[in-house]
């Protein structure tokens, strides 16, 4: 099969790269995830060894795969193996960003399965379907949802075709322009959210439970979540952020630019924490319901409380945002590597890797249902692509980018991209030889 020759698409400005790559990193692991692990692991001493963990090991994993792809001007996979053949280092080297694309894929299939909730608890909110519902109606609502195959699909393929149809369009008319409209849309909303927070008398204990911390209930385990999440909240080890840096210019300061996204983004994850958290002492909810705490707590909130449709409304639009703009990136690098692989235009590029992930997704929303058995090592196909990814790609796949970027490219030429001096590029060598590796490492054998 022939290979097209492919115009390299670019952004068309900083911001719009910003807003893509902080839209990336924002996403349900910030709106439905973050708040539910705060709640778990105690509060505000999970949050100081999360924002520890992001400067470490997220930031110079960030940096590093923006670097990458930017050197590339590829796909994760032959952007790796170029760079590997030029460092004078085996083919092999593009394994890592095999594993980043395939990775991306997997989570795609089942993140749209959850975009799908949100969707239909979208709809749930303006139909007023939580109104009067004490706890048990709330689960129920939920557990009805779950044991609805044709619902799930339903949701599944709604959120899917939205997520085609932003990334067939291409980088700059699609991606950025969804970002631009997005994430100025998801701020605005999260700012009135914790506005409401702050009326409900609440705002002072949710403030103190996110930012008071209590040591006592710091352990190794919330270290090691603290860890995990900062890795994944960034979207790292999934082939999107090598991709997102292969459309960047030589212009941009990736580690200035990384500075702004990791603040973006931090920032969000603690005002969703703002947001919610109000509600949750407001009405007595309770605080570690994990990942219930979105779909089965809030509700029971919403439905109880003066313009709860409206708030709940707003909240859940606030949520399909967020994951929109992480689904989007997370077929962004399938497609690029479609694309530039084979003859297939951008749409249809689009329409293939999106398809694909559809019907994979199918298998996980079957999940929940008809196909609830375990299938392998005791988990179900919407568990075992979440551990398969979470708990092995994503970790290896962005162990693997810091070695080979600190390892085996070309120091000086690496420290004149960063506009780094040389004490500066010292330290940036210690963490990222050192620290970032060993977390990295540490997170991926704990998790067996």
């Given at each position: 099969?022939?290979?097209?020759?492919?115009?390299?698409?670019?952004?068309?400005?900083?911001?719009?790269?910003?807003?893509?790559?902080?839209?990336?990193?924002?996403?349900?692991?910030?709106?439905?995830?973050?708040?539910?692990?705060?709640?778990?692991?105690?509060?505000?001493?999970?949050?100081?060894?999360?924002?520890?963990?992001?400067?470490?090991?997220?930031?110079?994993?960030?940096?590093?795969?923006?670097?990458?792809?930017?050197?590339?001007?590829?796909?994760?996979?032959?952007?790796?193996?170029?760079?590997?053949?030029?460092?004078?280092?085996?083919?092999?080297?593009?394994?890592?960003?095999?594993?980043?694309?395939?990775?991306?894929?997997?989570?795609?299939?089942?993140?749209?399965?959850?975009?799908?909730?949100?969707?239909?608890?979208?709809?749930?909110?303006?139909?007023?379907?939580?109104?009067?519902?004490?706890?048990?109606?709330?689960?129920?609502?939920?557990?009805?949802?779950?044991?609805?195959?044709?619902?799930?699909?339903?949701?599944?393929?709604?959120?899917?075709?939205?997520?085609?149809?932003?990334?067939?369009?291409?980088?700059?008319?699609?991606?950025?322009?969804?970002?631009?409209?997005?994430?100025?849309?998801?701020?605005?909303?999260?700012?009135?959210?914790?506005?409401?927070g702050m009326s409900t008398g609440h705002f002072?204990?949710?403030?103190?439970?996110?930012?008071?911390?209590?040591?006592?209930?710091?352990?190794?385990?919330?270290?090691?979540?603290?860890?995990?999440?900062?890795?994944?909240?960034?979207?790292?080890?999934?082939?999107?952020?090598?991709?997102?840096?292969?459309?960047?210019?030589?212009?941009?300061?990736?580690l200035k630019t990384a500075r702004t996204v990791?603040?973006?983004?931090?920032?969000?994850?603690?005002?969703?924490?703002?947001?919610?958290?109000?509600?949750?002492?407001?009405?007595?909810?309770?605080?570690?319901?994990?990942?219930?705490?979105?779909?089965?707590?809030?509700?029971?909130?919403?439905?109880?409380?003066?313009?709860?449709?409206?708030?709940?409304?707003?909240?859940?639009?606030?949520?399909?945002?967020?994951?929109?703009?992480?689904?989007?990136?997370?077929?962004?690098?399938?497609?690029?590597?479609?694309?530039?692989?084979?003859?297939?235009?951008?749409?249809?590029?689009?329409?293939?890797?999106?398809?694909?992930?559809?019907?994979?997704?199918?298998?996980?929303?079957?999940?929940?249902?008809?196909?609830?058995?375990?299938?392998?090592?005791?988990?179900?196909?919407?568990?075992?692509?979440?551990?398969?990814?979470?708990?092995?790609?994503?970790?290896?796949?962005?162990?693997?980018?810091?070695?080979?970027?600190?390892?085996?490219?070309?120091?000086?030429?690496?420290?004149?991209?960063?506009?780094?001096?040389?004490?500066?590029?010292?330290?940036?060598?210690?963490?990222?030889?050192?620290?970032?590796?060993?977390?990295?490492?540490?997170?991926?054998?704990?998790?067996?």
């Open positions: 099969m022939s290979i097209k020759q492919h115009q390299h698409a670019h952004w068309s400005s900083r911001l719009g790269f910003i807003l893509a790559a902080t839209g990336s990193a924002v996403g349900l692991g910030n709106i439905w995830k973050f708040p539910y692990m705060v709640g778990e692991s105690g509060g505000a001493a999970f949050v100081l060894v999360y924002l520890l963990c992001i400067a470490l090991i997220g930031l110079p994993i960030l940096v590093t795969e923006w670097l990458i792809g930017r050197r590339g001007q590829n796909n994760p996979a032959n952007a790796m193996a170029d760079l590997a053949k030029a460092a004078g280092r085996p083919r092999a080297w593009m394994l890592v960003g095999i594993s980043g694309i395939l990775g991306a894929f997997l989570i795609l299939s089942f993140y749209s399965v959850i975009g799908g909730w949100s969707l239909y608890y979208t709809l749930n909110s303006v139909t007023g379907a939580f109104s009067g519902q004490d706890a048990d109606g709330i689960g129920a609502l939920f557990n009805a949802m779950l044991g609805n195959p044709g619902l799930l699909l339903a949701g599944h393929s709604v959120f899917m075709l939205l997520v085609i149809g932003i990334v067939a369009r291409g980088v700059t008319k699609g991606i950025e322009s969804a970002a631009r409209l997005l994430m100025p849309a998801l701020g605005v909303l999260l700012v009135v959210l914790v506005g409401y002072g204990e949710a403030v103190s439970y996110l930012f008071n911390p209590d040591w006592s209930k710091l352990s190794g385990e919330t270290v090691l979540a603290a860890l995990g999440h900062a890795f994944f909240t960034l979207s790292l080890g999934m082939g999107i952020m090598m991709a997102y840096g292969s459309y960047l210019g030589e212009e941009v300061n990736l990791v603040i973006m983004d931090t920032v969000i994850a603690l005002g969703a924490g703002l947001a919610i958290f109000p509600l949750v002492f407001a009405n007595d909810l309770d605080l570690a319901s994990g990942p219930g705490l979105i779909f089965v707590t809030l509700p029971l909130a919403f439905g109880q409380m003066g313009g709860g449709i409206v708030v709940g409304l707003m909240f859940f639009l606030l949520l399909t945002f967020a994951a929109l703009t992480s689904a989007i990136s997370l077929l962004e690098p399938v497609v690029e590597f479609v694309e530039e692989r084979t003859p297939l235009s951008r749409v249809a590029s689009t329409l293939v890797s999106g398809v694909g992930a559809w019907a994979l997704g199918i298998a996980a929303l079957l999940s929940f249902n008809l196909w609830s058995d375990p299938v392998l090592f005791g988990l179900n196909v919407f568990d075992l692509l979440d551990k398969l990814t979470s708990k092995f790609m994503l970790p290896l796949t962005g162990l693997g980018a810091i070695v080979f970027t600190s390892w085996y490219l070309d120091k000086e030429s690496v420290r004149r991209e960063l506009g780094m001096d040389v004490y500066d590029f010292s330290l940036w060598s210690l963490i990222t030889r050192f620290i970032a590796p060993i977390g990295v490492a540490v997170v991926f054998f704990s998790s067996l």
